[in-house]
């Protein structure tokens, strides 16, 4: 997948008019051209950036900022603590406190839950929506967007890592059933008595009518699929039980 650009505007928005010239430099050649160059990631980069930072002492709000950016694009709590460890046997132990005084605060669980959320939704062309109404047939957290509510029902269904719904069955005396179309992320799809189905990017799944069946993301995914109900007569919606821990963790080996 082709990284988004990144675009900067923090130098003109802060000394566009007492410095234009240094805000230039700033946001269309440091962060605009630099940041952009091929050969490593924007993960990457980030890395290197604290890492820089933390050698030469600079822990104020520019390696703050850059801590927050590292996160937004990736690096998780362990791998921050790696690099800031392994980092501080060459740039020095008081360094690596103070740079550990502000990563614990970036990556506290509720930002980091946050952050996850928001790297999603970049990855997405459908919003990832509210959480979702129907939550109690739900392990874990999901979220739901309306797509469209005319002619054709579709909703973007939104499943953070672990979050799968309940066994259910859509009833019809005729038609019905449900299509899912994956949009974002690793997920499952099983019928029961059959082997689950992987469900990536591109992946269409038909739901006939009646049959028993689960679906949901991926033990270390996020997962988003589009779903359409299918016009039937005399439809409904059955819940139905959960999909035990041993069971779905059998599907993610």
């Known amino acids: 997948m082709t990284e988004k650009k990144i675009v900067q505007t923090a130098g003109r928005k802060a000394l566009g008019e007492f410095a234009p010239a240094f805000a230039h430099f700033n946001d269309d050649v440091l962060f605009g051209e630099n940041w952009n160059l091929p050969g490593i990631s924007v993960k990457e980069r980030c890395l290197l950036t604290v890492v820089a930072l933390m050698a030469q002492g600079i822990t104020d709000s520019s390696l703050r900022y850059h801590l927050e950016n590292a996160k937004a694009h990736g690096v998780t709590r362990e791998e921050i603590a790696a690099a800031v460890t392994h980092v501080a046997f060459y740039a020095g132990w008081p360094k690596a406190w103070a740079v550990f005084n502000l990563a614990k605060d970036v990556w506290t669980p509720e930002k980091e839950a946050a952050t996850a959320k928001e790297a999603f939704q970049r990855e997405l062309m459908f919003p990832i929506?509210?959480?979702?109404?129907?939550?109690?047939?739900?392990?874990?957290?999901?979220?739901?967007?309306?797509?469209?509510?005319?002619?054709?029902?579709?909703?973007?269904?939104t499943f953070e890592p672990g979050?799968?719904?309940?066994?259910?069955?859509?009833?019809?005396?005729?038609?019905?059933?449900?299509?899912?179309?994956?949009?974002?992320?690793?997920?499952?799809?099983?019928?029961?008595?059959?082997?689950?189905?992987?469900?990536?990017?591109?992946?269409?799944?038909?739901?006939?009518?009646?049959?028993?069946?689960?679906?949901?993301?991926?033990?270390?995914?996020w997962f988003a699929h589009l779903a359409f109900d299918v016009d039937g007569e005399e439809?409904?919606?059955?819940?139905?039980?959960?999909?035990?821990?041993?069971?779905?963790?059998?599907?993610?080996?």
């Not at 129907?134 to 973007?156: D, H």
Request: net charge negative; glycine share 12%; charged share 15%.
């Open 129 to 157: 929506g509210e959480p979702n109404p129907y939550g109690k047939y739900f392990i874990g957290q999901s979220y739901l967007a309306p797509v469209s509510t005319q002619q054709v029902g579709i909703f973007n269904v």
């Open 235 to 253: 439809t409904s919606n059955e819940w139905l039980e959960p999909v035990t821990d041993e069971a779905y963790a059998d599907v993610n080996r």
């Open 163 to 221: 979050c799968r719904n309940n066994w259910h069955i859509h009833h019809a005396k005729s038609g019905g059933g449900q299509i899912l179309i994956c949009v974002g992320g690793r997920g499952w799809y099983q019928a029961w008595g059959e082997k689950p189905v992987e469900m990536t990017p591109g992946t269409v799944v038909n739901i006939p009518a009646n049959v028993k069946h689960w679906h949901g993301a991926a033990a270390d995914h």
